[in-house]
């Protein structure tokens, strides 16, 4: 139990175009669900976290214009990355809740830009 | 605010050999402490968890206990195997306002040699 699908898992894109990521959970409703940027060899970056049916609430320094959060459902979240740039590849990992203190991460979806 | 620490690595070992890697932590009040591992391309996943102190969490041969007196979380293993090589990350959760947010060490990749 406890699955996280995150889609694409991979995804190359121009300089100036939008990248959509989904996050799926598969078998539980998630009440909240996280996302999080990780740069080659460190840790998770929390971007920002998101309630079913309300705004999503950003970290310190995250433009919120450019990566759009919407959580329609209890079972999916997608970030948007809008007018994506080089600087934006990285790796984008989702996170589900149904309870206090547990996550459930999605398996990542690797993000290029050229 | 929280922090999480943890010795960096990278750290390489033979199998079989004995595992520790340190974590401590800084949080006000009672936070719950996780250990996930991440294998290379991938996602989270939880490895071990405690939620109070003197808690031992277990799985897969790793083990950690919750030590409020000196706010560590240190993980072992007894006997490593090669399967074992990943990036361990040492997190704490605790409220932020409605939602419990993860905050991650920087993570400690292990290496494990025939």
């Known amino acids: 139990g406890a699955v996280v699908s995150q889609h694409p898992s991979r995804v190359i894109c121009k300089s100036g175009t939008s990248v959509k990521i989904e996050c799926r959970s598969l078998d539980f409703q998630a009440t909240t669900m996280f996302w999080y940027r990780q740069f080659p060899k460190q840790s998770l970056m929390l971007m920002a976290t998101?309630?079913?049916?309300?705004?999503?609430?950003?970290e310190q320094g995250v433009e919120k214009d450019k990566f759009l959060i919407n959580h329609a459902s209890l079972t999916l979240s997608t970030l948007t990355v809008t007018s994506a740039h080089p600087e934006d590849s990285s790796f984008y990992i989702c996170?589900?809740?149904?309870?206090?203190?547990?996550?459930?991460f999605g398996p990542g979806t690797r993000l290029t830009v050229t | 605010g929280n922090s999480v620490t943890q010795m960096e690595g990278p750290v390489t070992l033979s199998e079989e050999a004995f595992l520790t890697i340190n974590c401590t932590y800084t949080a006000t009040g009672y936070p719950s402490l996780f250990w996930y591992v991440q294998y290379p391309g991938e996602g989270l996943q939880l490895l071990l968890k405690?939620?109070?102190?003197?808690d031992k969490g277990s799985n897969k041969g790793f083990e950690a206990t919750y030590r409020k007196e000196t706010t560590s979380f240190h993980l072992e293993k007894g006997s490593v195997q090669v399967s074992d090589s990943a990036v361990y990350f040492c997190?704490?959760?605790?409220?932020?306002?409605?939602?419990?947010?993860?905050?991650f060490g920087k993570g400690t990749l292990l290496t494990v040699n025939p």
């Open positions: 998101s309630n079913e049916g309300s705004k999503a609430t950003y």
């Open positions: 405690a939620t109070k102190a003197d």
């Open positions: 997190a704490l959760s605790q409220s932020g306002g409605s939602n419990y947010k993860l905050t």
């Open positions: 996170s589900a809740s149904n309870s206090v203190h547990e996550q459930y």
